[in-house]
C-alpha cells in the first residue's frame, strides 16, 4: 500500500505534474482545465497547497493520487467543506487508494466542519459507488455543469454530514 501523507509547498511540482495528467485524462470529471493548469506557476500551485488541504499517497516515493478538501469561506458557510482533486493514476487503481485519500480527507475534515460536499461527473459509476461507500448521499444534480470539447457533463451533488 502507498504511503499517504498532507502535500506540503515543496511538493508544488510533482503535485502539479499529477494534476496535469488527471486533467488531460479526465478534463470531464475536474472543473480546471488542462490549458489554466499549465500557466500555474509553481509559485501558484504552492500557495493552493498552503490554502487547501491535499494529500497525496506515494508509491516508492512517486506521487501517484490525491485529494483534498477546504472549508468554505464565509460566516455562514464555514460549517461546510468541499472535497475535490481526487485522482488515482491508472497503474496504481484497483487496491482502494482513492478510499483510503477520501478516508484521510473525512478523518481531518472531521471536528473542522459539520459537512463535506463534492461533486462528481454523471456516468462516473465507480467514483459514485466509492462515494456513496463511504456515506455520502446524492442531493442533486447541476445540469451542464462542465462543457469540454462541445460535450456537457452534468455533475451529481453529494454530501456526507461528520457530526
Known amino acids: 500500500m502507498a504511503d499517504i501523507r498532507r502535500l506540503e509547498v515543496g511538493d508544488a511540482a510533482v503535485y502539479q505534474a499529477l ?9 470531464e470529471a475536474f472543473g480546471s482545465s488542462v490549458e489554466d493548469e499549465r500557466l500555474s506557476t509553481t509559485t501558484a500551485v504552492s500557495d493552493r497547497l498552503a490554502r487547501s488541504v ?21 460566516a455562514k458557510t464555514a460549517h461546510r467543506g468541499k472535497l475535490w482533486g481526487v485522482y488515482v493514476t491508472a497503474s496504481a487503481r484497483g487496491n482502494g487508494l482513492a478510499q483510503a485519500l477520501v478516508e484521510r480527507v473525512l478523518d481531518d475534515a472531521r471536528g473542522q466542519v459539520e459537512q463535506l460536499h463534492l461533486s462528481v461527473t454523471a456516468g462516473d459509476d465507480g467514483s459514485l459507488r466509492l462515494y456513496e ?30 457530526a
Open 19 to 27: 494534476r496535469l495528467e488527471a486533467l488531460e485524462r479526465h478534463p
Open 133 to 162: 461507500r463511504l456515506g455520502f448521499r446524492s442531493y442533486g444534480t447541476e445540469p451542464r455543469a462542465l462543457k469540454v470539447d462541445g460535450a456537457y457533463f452534468d455533475e451529481l451533488l453529494m454530501v456526507r454530514e461528520l
Open 54 to 74: 491535499v494529500f497525496g499517497a506515494f508509491d516508492g516515493g512517486r506521487l501517484v493520487g490525491t485529494a483534498g478538501w477546504y472549508r468554505m469561506a464565509g
